[in-house]
């Protein structure tokens, strides 16, 4: 696969604002891929993805690996006793007790210890290995995107599993790998604490494997259900004054159609959930008209489809 052109696709589509992050655990064995370097001071895992989203293409055998929980996760080192018994997440007032700590423990994704080597991270276009998954750090309404793009094609919904700890390490990286299955994090209490993740992002991670049928899905989104959320096409025009309950009584919707704008697509129609709209035949050619008000939803499905600006919805009181 051409990482170049997957990478352009994902960030026009989504408009990212960061690469999209390439991870490989590299096995016993394996060479070091090419054109990628050593930090000069040690790394946690969601640190190497925050460099690698901004331009870095790392190397990191395990004396790069600045955490411990983490680089043990991945199966690169031990795990130190203290991490493994739940002992350390007390101590941090992370989890409430010993038996509770041990069950998060028992239930995340890790690979066994010496699984693997080296982890490397690098933005999407400059991989020169092939990754083993891919990480994006993005806004929710982007994730959502993604959500749908995989459902696009199977019509599966989607399930991620996540505790709020041992975000990339576990979470994006391990648990992907060995379910095959897109995930979801909000990164963790580490990621949060020591990478530049901003409140308003979170964290998605694919199997490589997976990237071009996601593209392709993204592709049929773009022609018109993306653009049409971004514009907030069904909003009303005035919504922040939203009257109480006790002003809602006899309130009445009237669909307004410019008749001298109207022609005659019929979107409006076929749009809308409820039959409140018709066709009638007049002199200038067939002409949108409101035959059952009262049935209105105010959803403004044919107020954002009206490629005209014809519609208008006015809400009154009796
Ligand atoms: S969508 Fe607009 S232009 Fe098309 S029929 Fe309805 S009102 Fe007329
Ligand atoms: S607002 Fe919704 S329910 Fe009302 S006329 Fe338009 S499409 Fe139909």
Request: charged share 20%.
């Amino acid at each position: 696969m051409n990482h170049q052109e997957l990478s352009r696709d994902l960030k026009e589509l989504l408009t990212l604002r960061w690469s999209p992050v390439a991870v490989r655990l590299l096995k016993h064995g394996e060479e070091k891929p090419a054109n990628v370097f050593e930090p000069s001071v040690p790394l946690r895992h969601c640190q190497a993805i925050t460099a690698a989203r901004r331009g870095n293409s790392i190397y990191m055998p395990p004396a790069k690996h600045a955490c411990p929980d983490g680089s043990a996760i991945m199966g690169l080192i031990p795990m130190s006793p203290k991490l493994r018994s739940g002992e350390l997440y007390l101590l941090f007032k992370k989890l409430p007790n010993i038996e509770i700590a041990r069950k998060m423990i028992a239930s995340r994704s890790e690979f066994a210890t010496g699984t693997y080597r080296a982890s490397v991270v690098a933005p999407l276009e400059d991989a020169e290995f092939t990754p083993d998954v891919v990480i994006f750090t993005l806004y929710p309404e982007q994730a959502m995107w993604c959500c749908c793009a995989s459902s696009y094609g199977s019509g599966d919904r989607q399930v991620f599993n996540t505790s709020g700890f041992n975000s990339t390490c576990s979470d994006l990286t391990v648990q992907v790998m060995k379910s095959q299955r897109m995930n979801i994090s909000f990164g963790c209490y580490g990621a949060r604490a020591i990478s530049d993740i901003s409140d308003f992002e979170t964290y998605l991670a694919i199997p490589y494997d997976q990237l071009p049928a996601l593209i392709e899905s993204l592709k049929k989104l773009a022609v018109k259900s993306i653009p049409e959320a971004r514009r907030k096409i069904y909003m009303p025009p005035v919504i922040d004054n939203v009257s109480g309950p006790e002003q809602q009584e006899g309130c009445h919707v009237s669909v307004r159609i410019q008749q001298d704008r109207c022609n005659g697509c019929e979107l409006c129609v076929a749009f809308c959930p409820d039959a409140v709209l018709e066709m009638r035949e007049t002199e200038n050619g067939p002409k949108a008209v409101a035959v059952a008000e009262e049935k209105c939803s105010s959803c403004y499905t044919c107020v954002g489809q009206c490629p005209q600006k014809a519609i208008q919805l006015e809400q009154r009181a009796n």
